[in-house]
């Protein structure tokens, strides 16, 4: 198994608990009526993102999916601009013009949440093919869903990736559904990654609980695209605990479902891998548990008392030159 | 006997299912449409799970199997593509693109596979298809799940392209659709479906090319489309109580369209003002002005208005949602001024 | 091998030399400036669209691509009305508003040759489709280049068609080039059948220049589809002799490759296996070869006495109930 | 000394040249813009094949290496998304998408990533590209490859349109088009490519956003584009013989359109006619009539008057594109309608 520094453990479980805390709390703000529209959370894939976010600095790329809040926070966006987004508040990440399913961060090379399904697989090979042509050593990394894997964008982005070895990681967080749609259903192949012979480039599928695992497939991978031997692709299955959208009855889960999901929490199976072998202190998670809590009321604080977009917000943006009336 | 009330979605639900119980060769697919009635085990309690996103199409994978009621992948090209075959090969298939925001990824198969089919065959061949999509800002879903674009749609020869604006109109005009030999886009307000409205029980078909005149007057023709037809049936109340009386026409299809019915009002009022929630720019409002100046221009007494959304993709915070949304206020506005100019 | 009738090896044969006539005519028309528009000639490709249609009865439907007129004439299409189509003449296939990209006949199970690449695959799901709903037993053939193989929507089409389990067979003709572009640039596999995995669907490559093994590898295809057993993904592998379309300058082509077209040929292929084996008689192959070229004089003097559409054609067909002014 | 004489294909080349040498992050990208550049014995030859479909390219890949003029699979929605996540992220990159007509496949990410990127992310990135693509019927390319529907990118905001319709044009559009900071759509009709005119040798920029009054008239304003402008001028010709003198407006750009050249024009000559060979319903020549209509309708003498395709897909056969197209008949025919309305 790979090394990790436990200065990394910890940074991985800060941002675990940072993104179950802000979907949690996300979730309950949802049914109190605080956030508009549609909201996707990514309470139970947390082990993706940070264990692959952990290898990447700044000037790394992601593309992300309509479930982006994780990935977000894996990539250190400011959780406060974040939950002022949701609120739609002029200091959120995007102005609040963004919302939800738009979030991004470009500074911090997170390069938006996107509302179509797939849409992120060609701006990859795009953030990747700068990194190319300038020669700088950047990655990106582009994750999608299982649903998304059905998309003919995820078909051309990985060929175009393979043949021009960009260095890309593809990494498909299926999480068993598509909507209310079963991946047993809706795919032809049994792994996602099977897949990646499609485009004759190495594919793995990964336990996406375990972030022990995903962390030594993202490293190989992404050490791999830096190297300029192109890309991955990596298929780590998990579950979602909400609904495809916060309102989804859920009629498609079944209590043994939800019990299964229980059983393989990642963050209590991070809590327990660290303590069993005693990689960092339990007072130290501890610590972090408090902090999570604690920024994510500051951050809900932060986003209620931020001031809303004035009117001339919404005519500003459309276009960097040319001011539309 | 009281009114038979339902909502928009009832209306669209029921259209769908007197045709497929009518006519064995209309199928339906589309994402989640049945929505995990591909579960076994959601399957055996005997409903499906959703019935579309916004469970629209519910009950139906019950009533009809999952034969003819089919969850797909997210694969729109292929949904699209695959009932364009189905329609040139003897089915009637109804085709879900979830928000139309997402024809980007399927357009070819809409108008240059589905639209010039028949054309390119020389005649020889048919496309009787439906493609069922959502359309319209206010749910604040933000840049790209809340736009109309019905503009593009109508632009395409080969295309048939219908909005409805209430429950009744729904449930007639997709019959219609359904039963019309050429491919029908129907597109459906995401905001309208919890609109209750009269819906008979019986099955009823309103001719596609037929426009609706929501409303009767004398001095102004307001032609409104989908959503904003309510928006100017309410600005009329007001500008009824300011003296003016306006003709509200909803053309109900865009394409084709009745121009007769327009062009008859507005020769009759002497005023057009046109609503439409769509982007300004090479847009339905700029059709229907263009449609108007150069068919009845000297019956104009003032220059038409255009009141539509700016030329800006949809924002989320509600704050500037709402601005973006043509209102009953500024209907009553653009009327105004067009009956009193602002002296600068 | 699969047994082949010889009343089936003749038809074959007459196909292909009716190709091969055809292609060599329009080259030569284009070439004195008779036949306007793109045309795009299938002549070194013909062991491909007989071998498969040698299976087909006019119930079954076929899709085609911008290279289109063998696949037309593999499925018996009349030649008369597709060399009228090509002068634009109103008694064409499509009364002369389709033209070489768009010749179809849908009465032969023809759904249209397509200008668009990657148009097929999905239209072929939906003749599929019919006959799985109606519980007919045609098959549908999906034709495509291997250019075509990077086109999302042959993911989109393959996916659908294996988890619906649709009788299709996916053949895919493997030509090395999409217009000036080779597949060993544009691929990011070798063969184009190892994306069958990828749906989890049987796949094979075999050589397109040889009619037995196409004849053999179709047909098991067919016969599974037919049975509701799913679709197959076939990969021939050939070669064109002239340009992508006609006036390609075919710089990208060297003496060496069209040395080893000629050995590939597929025509003189065939009458070598068949008069080796002694299974028809060659006298019946002359004969062939004779009315071969006299059912194209025929098409070109139809064509060219036939008359023009009429202007009012060009405002119908635009929909059935709705006559445009 | 005499005219430096180009082709329209020419100039375009020798803007994109110029533009690379400037700036090394300038890309291009899309299917066999080096052509055949890939093959080890092609590169060997010290030249690339095709230079695209039409040799638009040549000798590009050869000056700039592959690395930078790059040939593409035939996966349109890749080309363009990769030139969006690019652009968003440092280069400046030219897509490719061949012929407009291709749009349906990768629509997507023209108008919901790379049209919508800036807006969605509250301004904090910027999309620096250029798409080009073939536009135009007269080819004999029938139904998929002879569209021009920049009125669907004109519809959508984010993104800018360019239609070019000469070569002096040609170059310096594209060249601030590359130079924009913004999502450019750049249309180049096919029938222009063997067009000649005089083209400097020098680097120049025709900013975007400003029309040109390719004649002086007085009687008429015509609105024409692209291929349409010709025509135009070769109506205004037989007008003037008339005597009637048109003034023929070229938007050049119709996002941003220069509204003001029009209005202006219009407001001196009471009159107003567009040409546009794209289909007629919400189109440029809809949107061009509602602009004047809605702005200085009081300044016009005469219905406005559209000159368009038809409300069909392009056929193949010679003599119903002919018909297909408009034409300086038709437009003059609609000139002198409007100077002597036919009484009935
Ligand atoms: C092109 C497109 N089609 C459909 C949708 C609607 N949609 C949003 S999320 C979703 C399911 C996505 O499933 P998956 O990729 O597995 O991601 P998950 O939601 O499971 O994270 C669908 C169908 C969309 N946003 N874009
Ligand atoms: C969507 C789309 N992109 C690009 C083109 C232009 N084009 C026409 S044929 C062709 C090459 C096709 O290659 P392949 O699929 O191998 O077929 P082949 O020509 O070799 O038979 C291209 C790029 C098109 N018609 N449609
Ligand atoms: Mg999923
Ligand atoms: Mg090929």
């Known amino acids: ?325 | 006997m009281a009114p038979r009330i339902l909502t928009f979605r009832e209306a669209i639900n029921e259209g769908i299912r007197l045709e497929m119980r009518r006519d064995p060769t209309v199928i339906l697919m589309g994402e989640d449409v049945a929505g995990g009635a591909s579960l076994p085990y959601v399957a055996g309690k005997g409903e499906e799970a959703w019935g579309g996103v916004l469970g629209v199409t519910k009950g139906l994978a019950k009533e009809f199997g999952r034969d003819r009621v089919r969850d797909t992948p997210i694969s729109e090209s292929a949904i699209i593509g695959a009932a364009v075959g189905a329609a040139a090969t003897g089915l009637r298939p109804i085709a879900e693109l979830m928000f139309v925001d997402f024809f980007g990824v399927c357009m070819d198969q809409i108008y240059n596979q589905g639209g010039k089919l028949r054309y390119m065959f020389g005649g020889k061949a048919k496309v009787p298809m439906v493609v069922r999509t959502m359309i319209g800002a206010g749910f604040r879903a933000a840049g790209q799940h809340s736009g109309s674009h019905y503009s593009v749609f109508t632009h395409m020869p080969g295309l048939k392209t219908v909005v409805p604006s209430t429950p009744y109109d729904a449930k007639g005009l997709l019959i219609a659709a359904i039963q019309d030999d050429d491919p029908v886009i129907f597109f459906e307000h995401k905001l309208l479906y919890d609109v209750k409205g009269e819906v008979p029980e019986e099955y009823y078909v309103i001719p596609l090319g037929k426009a609706d005149i929501k409303r009767r007057g004398k001095d102004i023709t307001i032609v409104a489309i989908g959503r904003m037809v309510a928006m100017a049936l309410e600005a009329a109340t007001h500008l009824s109580a300011a003296g003016l009386e306006a003709e509200v026409i909803d053309p109900r299809t865009l394409s084709p369209l009745d121009e007769d019915t327009i062009l008859e009002s507005v020769a009759k009022t002497h005023h057009v003002l046109v609503v439409d929630e769509d982007n300004p720019r090479c847009s339905m409002a700029t059709d229907l002005v263009a449609l108007v100046t150069t068919k009845v221009f000297d019956y104009l007494d003032a220059p038409p208005v255009m009141i539509t959304a700016p030329h800006t993709p949809v924002p989320f915070s509600p704050v500037l949602e709402d601005l973006y949304i043509p209102t009953p206020e500024h209907i009553v506005k653009g009327v105004q001024e067009m009956f009193e100019p602002v002296t600068a």
Chains 1, 3 share one sequence.
């Open chain 1, 1 to 325: 198994m790979t090394e990790i520094t436990s200065e990394k453990l910890l940074w991985i479980y800060e941002r675990m608990r940072l993104i179950r805390e802000f979907e949690t709390r996300a979730a309950k703000l949802f049914a109190a009526g605080q956030l508009p529209g549609f909201v996707h959370l990514y309470a139970g894939e947390e082990a993706i993102a940070t264990g692959v976010c952990a290898h990447l600095t700044d000037r790394d790329f992601i593309t992300s999916t309509h479930r982006g809040h994780g990935h977000c926070i894996a990539k250190e966006v400011d959780v406060r601009s974040m939950m002022a987004e949701l609120y739609g508040k002029e200091p959120g990440a995007c102005k609040g013009k963004g919302g939800s399913m738009h979030i991004a961060d470009v500074s911090k090379g997170m390069l938006g949440a996107n509302g179509i399904v797939g849409g992120g697989g060609p701006l990859a090979c795009g953030s990747a093919l700068t990194a190319k042509v300038l020669g700088t050593q950047q990655v990106t990394v582009c994750f999608f869903g299982d649903g998304a894997a059905e998309q003919g964008t995820m078909h051309e982005a990985m060929n175009m990736a393979a043949i021009w070895k960009l260095p890309v990681v593809f990494v498909c967080e299926n999480n068993g559904f598509a909507e209310s749609t079963p991946v047993a259903y809706h795919a032809s192949v049994k792994d996602i990654a099977d897949r990646a012979t499609a485009y004759n480039m190495p594919g793995l599928t990964v336990d996406g609980t375990d972030i022990f695992a995903v962390y030594e497939a993202a490293g190989e991978a992404i050490v791999r695209a830096r190297r300029g031997e192109g890309p991955t692709l990596i298929e780590a299955k998990a579950f979602r605990y909400y609904g495809h959208f916060e309102g989804d009855p859920l009629t498609y889960y079944t209590d043994e479902m939800r019990k299964g999901f229980q059983a393989r929490d990642p963050i209590a199976r991070f809590r327990k891998q660290v303590l069993d072998r005693a990689l960092v202190p339990e007072a130290r998670l501890n610590e972090i548990d408090t902090r999570a809590v604690q920024a994510i009321d500051d951050a809900v604080a932060f986003a209620e008392s931020s001031p809303l977009p004035v009117p001339t917000d919404l005519l500003s943006d459309v276009y960097v030159t040319y001011a539309h009336a």
